[in-house]
């Protein structure tokens, strides 16, 4: 069936880097926009970056850019956040989700999600 | 950005009644919107697009309207299964943004 599983989060430091994975399997991983999606502990969700199809375009929230990097590795099914300089408003469940639409950079929702995993930022 | 308001932030029901919930832009967003259950400890599920479009799955007693600015989340006959929080999402623009959520409890 089709599955998303995200992987690497954990506790850091603020000031350092983690980087996330999500894993894809049951639909063609290579023909969707993906997005990242997190929730703070309590809060409610928040948007935080998209790639498109081919990992040529990609857009974040403000709160996130310049400090995270959204990418693809097509050939392995995987989507994956690199972020760096962390800080503690950071702290999240991070969600990989499908976008409903084509592949492309058009705004939409999302009809799949991973389970999430966990960063915390603190020292 | 567009900003998404949801209302009430929680309600209390007992199961077989109807629940209502808002969702308001701060600006028009035509049927760019998406509704979201969420359980607690869980990934959000989709449930809604397009304003009104009921996802594969999802039970008829779910319904969503409206156009523009307001739009409704409408759960007919609420389930045990059905209490969770519910989340609003405009598709209209980036940045995507999210309501505040409605909890759904038991009453």
Redesign the interface.
């Known amino acids: 069936q089709v599955e998303l599983g995200e992987s690497g989060g954990g506790v850091v430091q603020p000031g350092r880097s983690l980087r996330l994975s999500c894993v894809a399997s049951g639909f063609t991983f290579s023909s969707f926009a993906m997005h990242w999606v997190r929730q703070a502990p309590g809060k409610g969700l928040e948007w935080v970056a998209v790639i498109s199809f081919d990992g040529d375009n990609k857009k974040y929230a403000d709160s996130v850019k310049g400090r995270f990097t959204i990418s693809r590795d097509n050939s392995n099914n995987t989507l994956h956040l690199h972020m760096n300089s962390l800080r503690p408003e950071d702290t999240a469940v991070y969600y990989c989700a499908r976008s409903v639409g084509s592949g492309s950079l058009d705004p939409d929702g999302f009809d799949i999600w991973g389970q999430g995993t966990m960063v915390t930022v603190s020292s | 950005d567009i900003q998404m308001t949801q209302s009430p932030s929680s309600v209390s029901a007992s199961v077989g009644d109807r629940v209502t919930i808002t969702c308001r832009a701060s600006q028009g967003i035509s049927t ?1 919107l ?1 509704w ?1 259950q ?1 359980k607690p400890g ?5 449930l809604i ?1 397009a304003a009104s479009s009921l ?1 594969s799955g999802v039970p008829s007693r779910f319904s969503g309207s409206g156009f523009g600015t307001d739009f409704t989340l409408t759960i007919n006959s609420l389930q045990p299964e059905d209490f969770a929080t519910y ?1 609003c ?13 409605t909890k759904v409890e038991i009453k």
């Open positions: 760019w998406a979201y969420q869980k990934a959000p599920k989709f697009n996802q989340y999402q405009q598709a209209n623009s980036f940045p995507l943004t999210f309501g505040g959520g």
